[in-house]
């Protein structure tokens, strides 16, 4: 059984920048795609980017420029760097890694950008 840990929310003003990291345990295989999404109060849950085993990145709109995905594969880690954060940035952030044909949830982080 494969678990994703995440670390990293937490309160930032707008402006800020704060880092998430998301670890996967569990597997000695690495995982092929990780990726981030987030889902604010009352709304759905969106794509926010994902990056390859070769390092292929993909962003959305709204935080391309201001987020950066990265990973380190012998680790099964991936971490997001978030810069210039917006209050509508708030949302709980979830981890997703997917080996073969199985796909992996973290519980998701808290991120609060509020002055």
């Known amino acids: 059984q494969v678990q994703l840990v995440e670390s990293g929310g937490g309160l930032v003003q707008p402006g800020g920048s704060l880092t998430l990291s998301c670890a996967a345990h569990?597997?000695?295989?690495?995982?092929?795609?990780m990726a981030w999404y987030r889902q604010a109060p009352g709304k759905q849950r969106e794509f926010v980017a994902v990056?390859?085993?070769?390092?292929?990145?993909t962003y959305a709109s709204s935080v391309k420029g201001r987020f950066a995905i990265s990973r380190d594969n012998a680790k099964n880690t991936v971490h997001l760097q978030m810069n210039s954060l917006k209050p509508e940035d708030t949302a709980v952030y979830y981890c997703?890694?997917?080996?073969?044909?199985?796909?992996?949830w973290g519980q998701g982080t808290q991120v609060t950008v509020d002055s």
């Open positions: 569990g597997s000695a295989s690495s995982m092929n795609v």
């Open positions: 997703n890694a997917v080996h073969g044909t199985l796909a992996y």
């Open positions: 990056i390859g085993s070769g390092g292929f990145t």
